[in-house]
Structures are given as structure tokens and as C-alpha cells.
T-cell receptor, first 113, second 110 residues
């Protein structure tokens, strides 16, 4: 069974530029999560979807970050404009239902110059 | 405030030298304590879930245990391929969030 797929794997951009990340969860998983992992720290939840609805986006910096999960499958996370402090790994995870084990993708490594 | 703290931050062991990693948590309405392994440049890989105090789970050289305030990941006779960052995370039933610790980076030398 295929795991969580993310693209791109790496992205280098200039500050103030926009960037987007894509995630395809494990087939049949209703819940999808986006995390930000800064070097040396554990992942921090940005947003959580249940099917195509947002369950929790309390830690998403909404002035510059946005996310959507159309049709309850794939998801896109966007940053516009990017800041130097956004340099991190952006991890997508999915679970069959909320409260169950979350399985992570390989992440997208973002460097903002 | 929900919080998960791991210690030590880094651990160096000789091959075959057993040790334990600690995860202390204060989480409202704990609904599961998770251990993940993360290799450089990769996403976290699921290892174990523990649900109640006294529960233990094993996988090869790893054994995870849970008390009401802490979880331990015991590594018996580690090998160099066990080198990785080990992440602990607690699921809060009250907030519906998985709270991660900062991780313990383990290096096992041959």
C-alpha cells in the first residue's frame, strides 16, 4: 500500500515569493494534517482536515498561510508571501480517523533566502 | 498547557550498550502516547502506541512503557542502524491534537 506522498521534496525561494506544497494521503484516510518542523524541534500542527472540512487551524498563520483539501483527498498548503522564518520541513500526515495513528510523508524542505 | 518533554536531547552509545529515553507529558485527556523514529531527511516513522499506564510494547530491540506521567523507550543492545531521532507524542482528547516533544537524537557507534 502506498504511503503519504508529498511534492516537491525540496524548494528554495526568495523571501516574499509564494510557494505551494502538495500532499496525497493514504487511500481511505479521512483525516489529513499539515505540520511544520523547524530544525531541532518536534513537528507542530498547522491545520487538520476531516474529509474536506477544517477541524483545527488555530495555529495556522492565516495572514500568509492557506490550505485546502478539495474533494476530501489531496491537499495543498500555500505560503504567500514567504518569510525567512518559514524555513522548515513541512510534513503531511494522514490517519483513518481522528485520534488514530498518524502516518507521515517524507516532507518538503523549504529554504527561504 | 499541554506539553511533552524528552530527555536527553542527544545520546551517544557504543554498540551493545543498552539505555533508555525519557518522555514526560502533561496533556489534558490523554488518548494515546506515540513513539516515532525519524531518520535524517525523512518523515517520522510510526513505532508504537500506548494507551494506559502499565502498558508495554516491544519491537526488535525496542520496548516502550507508559506510566501516568512518563513514557520510556528502552533500547537493548543497540546497533548502528538504530541511530536516529526518536520522537514522543501525546494525543490530547480534549484538544484533538498530537503534541510532540523535541526528540532525542541517538547515535550508536560500532
Amino acid at each position: 500500500e502506498a504511503g503519504v506522498v508529498q511534492s516537491p521534496r525540496y524548494k528554495i525561494i526568495e523571501k516574499k515569493q509564494p510557494v505551494a506544497f502538495w500532499c496525497n494521503p493514504i487511500s481511505g484516510h479521512a483525516t489529513l494534517y499539515w505540520y511544520q518542523q523547524i530544525l531541532g524541534q518536534g513537528p507542530k500542527l498547522l491545520i487538520q482536515f476531516q474529509n474536506n472540512g477544517v477541524v483545527d487551524d488555530s495555529q495556522l498563520p492565516k495572514d500568509r498561510f492557506s490550505a485546502e483539501r478539495l474533494k476530501g483527498v489531496d491537499s495543498t498548503l500555500k505560503i504567500q508571501p514567504a518569510e525567512l522564518g518559514d524555513s522548515a520541513v513541512y510534513l503531511c500526515a494522514s490517519s483513518f480517523m481522528r485520534q488514530e495513528t498518524q502516518y507521515f510523508g517524507p516532507g518538503t524542505r523549504l529554504l527561504v533566502l | 498547557e499541554d506539553q511533552v518533554t524528552q530527555s536527553p536531547e542527544a545520546l551517544r552509545l557504543q554498540e551493545g550498550e543498552s539505555s533508555s529515553l525519557n518522555c514526560s507529558y502533561t496533556v489534558s485527556g490523554l488518548r494515546g502516547l506515540f513513539w516515532y523514529r525519524q531518520d535524517p531527511g525523512k518523515g517520522p516513522e510510526f513505532l508504537f502506541t500506548l494507551y494506559s499506564a502499565g502498558e508495554e510494547k516491544e519491537k526488535e530491540r525496542l520496548k516502550a512503557t507508559l506510566t501516568k506521567k512518563e513514557s520510556f523507550l528502552h533500547i537493548t543492545a543497540p546497533k548502528p542502524e538504530d541511530s536516529a531521532t526518536y520522537l514522543c507524542a501525546a494525543y490530547s482528547g480534549n484538544t484533538g491534537k498530537l503534541i510532540f516533544g523535541q526528540g532525542t537524537t541517538l547515535q550508536v557507534k560500532p
